[in-house]
Nanobody, 117 residues
Framework: QVQFVESGGTLVQTGGSLRLSCAVS????????IGWYRQAPGRQREFVGS???????DYTESVKGRFIMSRDNDRNIAYLQMNSLKPEDTAIYYC???????????WGQGTQVTVTS
């Protein structure tokens, strides 16, 4: 059974930092590109970034220079380090493989990040 469990979200002030975790099971983690996504209130889920099996990273423009993705292929966990947080980063954050995300499958519960001004 494929499962993505996100954690680490909380309330934080503007300019603060958070690290989100994504624990993955049911796939060959080391072979898959992991994507991070977010959904703000009243908006569609959007792509934040992705990290390939060999840690090649791709970020959406709005988070470049502030967010850093990493992964631990031994523990099947992906991380999203978020720095210099802004109120517009407020959203529920999700992780998924790029393929499953494209198919709109296997989404986890996500983790809520709220950035106060």
């Amino acid at each position: 059974q494929v499962q993505f469990v996100e954690s680490g979200g909380t309330l934080v002030q503007t300019g603060g930092s958070l690290r989100l975790s994504c624990a993955v099971s049911g796939i060959i983690f080391k072979d898959d590109t992991i994507g991070w996504y977010r959904q703000a209130p009243g908006r569609q889920r959007e792509f934040v970034g992705s990290i390939s099996p060999i840690s090649i990273r791709d970020y959406t423009e709005s988070v470049k220079g502030r967010f850093i993705m990493s992964r631990d292929n031994d523990r099947n966990i992906a991380y999203l380090q978020m720095n210099s947080l802004k109120p517009e980063d407020t959203a529920i954050y999700y992780c998924n493989t790029l393929a499953y995300a494209f198919q709109n499958r296997n989404w986890g519960q996500g983790t809520q990040v709220t950035v106060t001004s």
